[in-house]
Every structure is written in structure tokens, then in C-alpha cells.
């Protein structure tokens, strides 16, 4: 007897190691969630870690084949990187690394700064490797002081048959807020 109860406590650990990291939806199906993001200085950073921790989402960094330097992000440069591939809204820069197994997310959080009233275009980069058909993609930003801009009228066209959501604005905001805010 006593044998048979320890199987069923280790069978049992197994099918709740097995179920960590997924959630149930209204339909009590196992959903998947990540939490991509592209950060360069930190702040959207410390926003996807807060947010991946909130939503039990997988994190995901989008690191630039080319890492940014201080004078890339000099954007009252007009010849910095930032300002010629932001003037470029088809500029495209390479990313390095790529997320194993999209397929298995539902929902897809992709978080970046604002530049230029709008996402980086290395966003664009990420959103165009995979197919999101279907999967409910919700943006959110971090910014030194402006809003969202027509940052979806330029993310839609790189994944046309995701279910888009408005863009959350994530700047500064501590966990309790976050958990109010994807509610």
C-alpha cells in the first residue's frame, strides 16, 4: 500500500510539472503565452519581465543581429541607425535569434520603445518570421513620454490575420498595475 502511494504522488507531480507554464481559457483548454520584446536600454526589459511574471507567459528577448550602440539611438542624429531605419518604415533589421515553436502559443505579447511615434522596425522584422494567424497578438510599449502613435496601423500589415489588440502602454507601471491592466 504504502508503495502504491508513493507512485501516485510522483505520478501526480509529474502531471503538475507537466501543466506549469499554461493556462486555462473559458473554454478550460490550455492556452500558451509569450512575452517577446525588444529593449534597447532596459526599460522594455524590465516592462516584459514584469508582465511575463503577471500572465505566466515564456519570455523572449528580439536581440539585434547588429546590437544598437549609444550613437544608434541618438536620435536627434539624423544619420544615427535609429533615425535612417526609422525613416525607411520597409527598413527591416536583422534579429539573431528566433523563437522555437511558435505554433504553440495562443497569445503572443510583443513588447518594444516607442520610436518615432511608432515600434522599431526591427518589431516589424520579428512579427513578419512567423505566422500569427489566428493568435491573438497584443503590443505593448514603453516611452519617454509619447504615446502609442500609429504604432498598429504599421504592425497590422506585417501580420494581417492576427487578432490585434490595442497597444498597452507598460511605461514605469509596477506589477499590480500591469495585473489590472491585462484583465
Not at 122 to 141: A, H, M
Request: hydrophobic fraction near 35%; proline fraction near 5%; include cysteine.
Amino acid at each position: 500500500m504504502r508503495r502504491l502511494t508513493i507512485i501516485m504522488s510522483l505520478a501526480i507531480a509529474v502531471v503538475l510539472c507537466a501543466c506549469a507554464g499554461t493556462k486555462k481559457d473559458n473554454k478550460n483548454m490550455e492556452t500558451k503565452t509569450l512575452v517577446a520584446y525588444f529593449s534597447a536600454t532596459g526599460t522594455t526589459k524590465a516592462a516584459a519581465e514584469k508582465l511575463a511574471d503577471v500572465v505566466g507567459g515564456d519570455l523572449h528577448e528580439i536581440q539585434p543581429e547588429q546590437p544598437y550602440t549609444d550613437a544608434d539611438l541618438d536620435w536627434h542624429n539624423q544619420q544615427s541607425r535609429s533615425s535612417v531605419e526609422m525613416k525607411d518604415k520597409s527598413s527591416r533589421p536583422a534579429i539573431k535569434n528566433k523563437v522555437e515553436n511558435v505554433d504553440q502559443y495562443d497569445t503572443v505579447y510583443i513588447g518594444f520603445p516607442i520610436w518615432w511615434y511608432i515600434a522599431p522596425t526591427i518589431v516589424n522584422t520579428f512579427v513578419e518570421q512567423y505566422n500569427l494567424e489566428g493568435k491573438t497578438v497584443i503590443p505593448f510599449f514603453t516611452s519617454g513620454g509619447s504615446g502609442k502613435g500609429e504604432t498598429l496601423n504599421y504592425l497590422k500589415p506585417s501580420a494581417p490575420k492576427a487578432n490585434w489588440k490595442e497597444p498597452i502602454n507598460l511605461t514605469g507601471k509596477s506589477k499590480e498595475e500591469i495585473e489590472k491592466l491585462v484583465k
